[in-house]
């Protein structure tokens, strides 16, 4: 069975950065697809990384301003976002996803971890 467990986040202040993890059981992810989502309170989850495990690109949503960057380390199966400059929107509480295909992942398909919290102050 395929888990996933988010760990990092919690309350940061705005300008700040924080690094989230995501460490992936049952499956080696370097043939996943894996995807970060987020969902800020009344809001729509909305996607905001992923990564294409067939050429390894990393794709980022459109208001990512470059402030978003995925690393992954195979030896810990375990996939990380770094956010930098954060701002007060971008609070939400951020999950990881993963599946075989990568259209899986975009679409919201695939397995999801519990999330994690990020709290932006000011």
């Known amino acids: 069975e395929v888990q996933l467990v988010e760990s990092g986040g919690g309350s940061v202040q705005a300008g700040g950065s924080t690094r989230l993890s995501c460490t992936i059981s049952?499956?080696?992810?370097?043939?996943?697809?894996i995807g970060w989502f987020r969902q800020a309170p009344g809001k729509e989850r909305e996607g905001v990384a992923f990564?294409?495990?067939?050429?390894?690109?990393?794709y980022y949503y459109d208001g990512a301003e470059g402030r978003f960057y995925t690393s992954t380390d195979s030896a810990q199966n375990t996939v990380y976002l770094q956010i930098d400059s954060l701002k007060y929107e971008d609070t939400a509480v951020y999950y990881c996803?993963?599946?075989?295909?990568?259209?899986?992942?975009?679409?919201?398909?695939?397995?999801w971890g519990q999330g994690t919290q990020v709290t932006v102050s000011s």
């Open positions: 996803t993963a599946a075989p295909s990568f259209g899986t992942v975009v679409a919201g398909d695939g397995h």
């Open positions: 049952g499956t080696t992810f370097e043939d996943y697809a």
């Open positions: 990564i294409d495990p067939h050429d390894g690109d990393q």
